[in-house]
């Protein structure tokens, strides 16, 4: 029967892998990029970095073209679902195609698979299809939040106090009740800016474990909003896209 797994190869940096990622890496027969254009080039480039230092067996890659997403949708849930259809349907196109029953197939996926990414739940789609047959595993790898508090030198939590992971989407509706510390992933519009007058403190990176890497933090005043912002603007125009989160912190009170 055909295998799959989900690679987590962490935030950037190929010295992320985990010794489980490397060996299931060897195992594998063909690897399935999704190509994101032009723009994204690096995303691929980095992927084949990993594979030219790790992989010592024959392979191959299978590219596929990214279905576009609707970025200003009427009804977001909606848009999305339409894009995960979409996605299932390539991620089918290309297992069908380019992995025979009994070959090995991967997908890389950038940070852990369980954090804030639809590769599972693809996989998971493209099997309730019905239309091939395969058993998978998921190998997690280094979190983007795991490589931004260490590279800020500081932790996911204060003693004691709860920790959320959420979007600046929901993030824009006010800072969550019982939360001293959020991660705030997709963020297209630096929704940080609301918060300045709440005395809370900032890590954001961008790129992490990139050479690209940018890393700014302090107190979130309005300056260092305004730095951020505009240090975040010019490395998309650069670059053409950026990868990029942030923790915003309550500190505890001094006892």
Sequence with gaps: MRKLYAIGIGAGDPEHLTVQAIDRLNRVDVFFVLDK??????????????????????YRVVLAEDPPRDRTPADYRAAVADWH?????????????????????????????????????LIEAVLARGN????????????????????????????????????GR????????GVEDVFVLLDAHTTFDRFTAMGLEIFWGAYVGTPDEILIS??????????????????????????????????????
């Design 37 to 58: 254009g032009s723009d994204k080039a690096d995303l691929v480039r980095l992927r084949q970095e990993i594979l030219d230092r790790f992989v010592t067996r024959e």
């Design 85 to 121: 259809a979409a996605r299932a349907a390539v991620y089918e196109s290309m297992i069908l195609s380019s992995l025979a029953p009994d070959e090995v197939g991967a997908f890389l996926v950038w940070g852990d698979p369980s954090l804030y990414d639809s590769t599972i739940a």
């Design 132 to 167: 091939v047959e395969f058993e998978y595993e998921v190998v997690p790898g280094i979190s983007s939040i795991s490589a931004l508090v260490a590279r800020h030198r500081t932790t996911m939590n204060q003693i004691g106090r709860a920790v959320q992971l959420t979007t």
């Design 170 to 177: 929901r993030l824009a509706t006010g800072w969550p009740e």
């Design 218 to 255: 302090g107190p979130l005043t309005p300056a260092l909003a305004d730095r951020i912002r505009s240090t975040r603007a010019e490395a998309r125009e650069r670059h053409g896209w950026i990868m990029d989160t942030y923790l915003l912190r309550r500190p505890a009170p001094n006892p």
